[in-house]
């Protein structure tokens, strides 16, 4: 039994996690294991004051992440998995300094080399990519969606997964989502969206998985929908480690204090052994 005098002991996963050199990094992964997590997905997180502008300056950038997990691995004793891409802030903000065309060239490199990485073993995902979660204008979202499509249609002939930054809104972006996995040939159940609501129902979620970011409230709306939750769901912070926004998104510890509330509101072991083991298991391959 994992749920012992009403506790949870088994694994805690953190879905969505950012770590940066110059400010918490180690001390904020020690956090999380204190509060009784046991790994981590480790997001490549951009420097928009430095983005790469060259397939090398994209290599760099992401073997300081996959540095960074096996020191969190060595010095921690976390296990850690690796998702590396092209936020698609970055692309955005390439595109308005470079041009359409150029912005572009950089986000395919990048991808590409994220996939060879996931191909080697070292990444076990491409993300966070995805679409602008701001207004912006048609062209550049017409861009947007046509570089994920691309992305789609490599992750299926590749069969990864694709973690996904995209808009806010709720049942209508989880349909659309679909409906362009499927014409690219790649199963929904392959789609996580990263920073998700807590509504997990599959009327909502159409058969993607929600990485949900488990602020106030969460717990309460897991509860009232989890009933109707086909495919499951994972938990995340997107914890920034972000000097200038100390805290943001969520702490460190929150996803372990998320999952006792859960089992303090009724969640069964089977749901918190997908949400922390199976899932991510079925996702990314083992941790190490």
């Not at 009232?224 to 499951?232: E, H, L, M, R, V």
Request: proline content about 5%; glycine content about 8%.
């Amino acid at each position: 039994m994992l749920i012992d005098k009403g506790r949870w002991t088994g694994p805690i996963l953190d879905n969505h996690f950012h770590l940066d050199r110059g400010h918490r990094f180690l001390d904020a992964a020690l956090d999380f294991k204190r509060a009784g997590g046991t790994d981590l997905v480790l997001v490549h997180k951009p420097d928009f004051s430095d983005l790469p502008l060259s397939l090398d300056g994209w290599r760099i950038a992401y073997d300081d992440t996959l540095a960074m997990a096996s020191e969190v691995r060595k010095e921690v004793g976390l296990g850690v998995r690796v998702v590396l891409g092209p936020h698609p802030a970055s692309w955005a903000h390439q595109r308005q300094a470079l041009g359409s065309e150029v912005a572009s060239e950089l986000y395919v490199d990048a991808v590409e080399l994220a996939i060879e990485y996931c191909n080697e073993g070292q990444a076990c995902a491409v993300g966070e990519v995805g679409r602008p979660h701001w207004a912006v204008e048609e062209d550049v979202w017409s861009e947007a969606n046509e570089l994920l499509s691309w992305t789609m249609e490599k992750a299926a002939k590749e069969n990864l997964t694709l973690q996904l930054h995209v808009e806010g809104d709720g049942a209508s972006t989880y349909a659309d989502l679909a409906a362009m996995a499927e014409k690219c040939g790649l199963s929904p159940s392959r789609l996580v969206r990263h920073h998700a609501p807590s509504e997990v129902d599959l009327a909502t979620t159409a058969g993607l998985i929600p990485s949900v970011v488990v602020g106030k409230g969460s717990v309460e709306t897991i509860m009232a929908t989890i009933a109707d939750c086909k495919d499951g769901f994972v938990m995340e912070t997107d914890y920034m480690d972000d000097a200038k926004r100390p805290g943001a998104v969520l702490g460190p510890k929150t996803v372990p204090k998320r999952t006792q509330a859960l089992v303090a509101a009724g969640l069964d072991e089977e749901e918190l052994w997908l949400a922390h083991h199976e899932i991510p298991l079925r996702l990314y391959g083992e941790s190490e």
